[in-house]
């Protein structure tokens, strides 16, 4: 009877150690939130931030493919109040937020119920064409942005070379 309790208790040590060590390498890029407000508006974006490391984003994603604009956990927009995307309205609370490599020059934003794993076209909430700007130094960790300009909400997302944005306002 001793022999099986030290061995159930041996067993139970080594998966808890086994688990936590998974755990610590599934989480391999640091998180990042970005948050805005402007009158009665408050947007929040939470995403992961993973490094180039000598990659090229162009490489790494095929045209028509969504990007989750991330990495590790889906990157989230969660608002209080609804916001309009390029004429259609998101409901307020939280959503996945995913960027679609349409062909060169041109990407878009897109506003999920699900993440890209589980995507199909039914889940898209919103999908508005962004603006693609060149940075004069690459960006080595993504970085997601949330500004105001005049009335309106502006997202940035900048990896690499590219500097991506897209505008938002309150729905009315």
């Avoid at 040590?13 to 009665?40: V, Y």
């Avoid at 408050?42 to 490489?59: F, N």
Wanted: proline share 5%.
């Amino acid at each position: 009877m001793k022999t099986r309790g030290r061995s159930f208790r041996s067993i139970a040590a080594i998966s808890a150690l086994a688990t936590a060590s998974a755990g610590a390498w599934a989480a391999s890029a640091p998180r990042g939130s970005t948050c805005a407000s402007f009158g009665k508006v408050s947007v929040t974006i939470q995403y992961g931030r993973p490094s180039l490391d000598g990659r090229h984003l162009r490489q790494m994603i095929e045209p028509g493919q969504l990007w989750r604009a991330g990495a590790d956990a889906a990157t989230t927009l969660e608002s209080n109040v609804a916001l309009n995307f390029g004429g259609t309205r998101v409901p307020a609370g939280k959503h996945i937020l995913m960027v679609r490599f349409i062909q060169p020059g041109i990407w878009s934003l897109v506003v999920s119920k699900v993440s890209t794993f589980n995507y199909t076209p039914d889940a898209r909430i919103a999908e508005v064409l962004m603006r693609l700007e060149k940075n004069q130094a690459p960006i080595g960790e993504l970085t997601i942005s949330l500004s105001r300009t005049g009335g309106n909400g502006k997202i940035e997302i900048a990896w690499g070379s590219f500097r991506l944005w897209g505008e938002f306002t309150p729905a009315r």
